[in-house]
């Protein structure tokens, strides 16, 4: 077995706790990419809450987290479109981890409702929990 065959093992038997952050955080994001792939590949920064400033946002408007669709008036035949997810880096790790997820949702969603948390938001969010927290 290889070590991320043995991270994703430990991870999904419930023993998150002997990975570290790093570990923990470089696996989530492996597995949302598996699970649930957006329409357009996503890329992951945390960063500290004063440069969180991309997409329009400010630490005020998003204290830990947003998602953003980069190159977006690029022509998709380009294949420049990503989406950027950012996240606080001086957020505890239970926060770190529900705003990936939250951000990861608003990546599946995109521009498929009308509403930033409707019902197909709340949906896939669930979706994403339940992967993550059953047995």
């Not at 004063?50 to 980069?70: Q, T």
């Not at 977006?72 to 380009?78: G, I, Q, V, Y």
């Not at 294949?79 to 997810?85: E, G, P, V």
Request: hydrophobic share 35%.
């Amino acid at each position: 077995m290889n070590e991320e065959e043995d991270l994703r093992m430990k991870f999904m038997q419930g023993r998150p706790k002997d990975l570290t952050v790093d570990q923990k955080f470089r696996l989530i994001i492996r597995l949302l990419r598996e699970e649930f792939p957006p329409e357009y590949p996503v890329k992951v920064r945390r960063y500290p809450r004063e440069i969180m400033k991309r997409g329009g946002y400010s630490y005020k408007d998003a204290p830990w987290g947003s998602c953003s669709l980069v190159n977006a008036e690029t022509p998709k035949s380009e294949d420049k479109r990503y989406f950027l997810i950012q996240l606080n880096k001086t957020a505890t790790w239970n926060r770190v981890f529900d705003t990936l997820l939250h951000e990861w949702a608003h990546a599946l969603t995109w521009h498929r409702e009308n509403k930033d948390h409707g019902d197909l938001f709340a949906r896939s969010l669930g979706s994403i929990y339940r992967a993550f927290i059953e047995d």
